[in-house]
């Protein structure tokens, strides 16, 4: 069992930064790769980045590909996700999810462990 909890959102003026942090408890961490989605109000959760269990393979989403950086640190059990450049599209609640690695890692139902998700609002 994995348990995750998210930290550091809040809010920011466009062309600002934010990180975020998913810290974990339970299972090592090394075991698993970590994915940020992400969920403006009435739309559907997306996914925004991954990285694999010992950190050697990241990817992103276009929307966020060359502003937003994820890192992991195995030896603090935690995950990070650095967002600069924010634009007001990027409001929504990040949630870090934990789950083995594959090839369809955008899927939301590749991962088996959630937390509860931090909120992000950009302002124009």
């Known amino acids: 069992q994995v348990e995750l909890v998210e930290s550091g959102g809040g809010l920011v003026q466009a062309g600002g930064s934010l990180r975020l942090s998913c810290a974990a408890s339970?299972?090592?961490?090394?075991?698993?790769?970590v994915a940020w989605f992400r969920q403006a109000p009435g739309k559907e959760r997306e996914f925004v980045a991954v990285?694999?269990?010992?950190?050697?393979?990241?990817h992103y989403a276009d929307s966020v590909k060359g502003r937003f950086a994820i890192s992991k640190n195995n030896a603090v059990n935690t995950a990070y996700l650095q967002m600069d450049s924010l634009k007001p599209e990027d409001t929504a609640v990040y949630y870090c999810a934990a789950g083995p690695y594959s090839g369809t890692y955008h899927y939301q139902s590749k991962y088996s462990y959630w937390g509860q998700g931090t909120q992000v609002t950009v302002s124009s």
């Open positions: 339970g299972r090592t961490f090394t075991s698993y790769a």
């Open positions: 990285i694999t269990g010992i950190g050697g393979i990241t």
